[in-house]
C-alpha cells in the first residue's frame, strides 16, 4: 500500500471531512498537543469545504483521510531559533501508526516543500516524551538544535538543514 499527499482544498467529500474530525477530536493524536477538542465544538466550526492553503495536505490511504501535514513559516515563534523558519507539523490517526505512513507522507510533503521553496531550512518541535515523532524527525533528517520546558512538558527542536541541488 501506499500513502497519498494531497492538498487540503482536495478533501471536500463528506466522509473526508468526518475524519478531518475525528482526527481533531482523538485523544490518542492530541496526547503530545495539549488534548483534543470536542467533537460537537469542531463540527460545529469545520467549514463543509475546507479553505485552500498551500502546504496543508491530507494524507490517505486507499481513499481513506489517514492524516494531515502541514509547512507553515511562522513570523513569530515559541523559539527564537525557529523564527521565520518553515515549521513542519502533522498528525496522523492511531490505525495509522507504526506502519511508515507518516515517514512517507512528510517526505513527500518536504519534497514538494524543496521544489517550491529550494534551499530553506525547516523546523520540527516535538515533545521529547512523543517517542514515535522523535524517531520520525531523525529518519526525515532533523538534528536537534535545543530543548526547552513548554506546555508542562520537555521539547525538542530540530531543523532540517536547506537541500541543495546538485546543478
Known sequence: MQVHVEALDKIADRSSVRRWIELLASPEVHTYLGGPRPRDELERETPKVPEQWPGS???DLDGAMIGQILLRRAAEHHRPAAAGKADLGYLFLPRAWGFGYAAEACAAALDWFDGVLPGEPV?????TSNVGSMRLAAKLG????ERFHAWDAEQWLGLRSPVTSSA
Do not use: D
Not at 523546523?123 to 515533545?127: D, E, I, M, P, R
Not at 532533523?142 to 538544535?145: I, K, L, R, S
Open 57 to 59: 495536505f491530507v494524507v
Open 123 to 127: 523546523v520540527l518541535a516535538t515533545q
Open 142 to 145: 532533523f538534528t536537534e538544535v
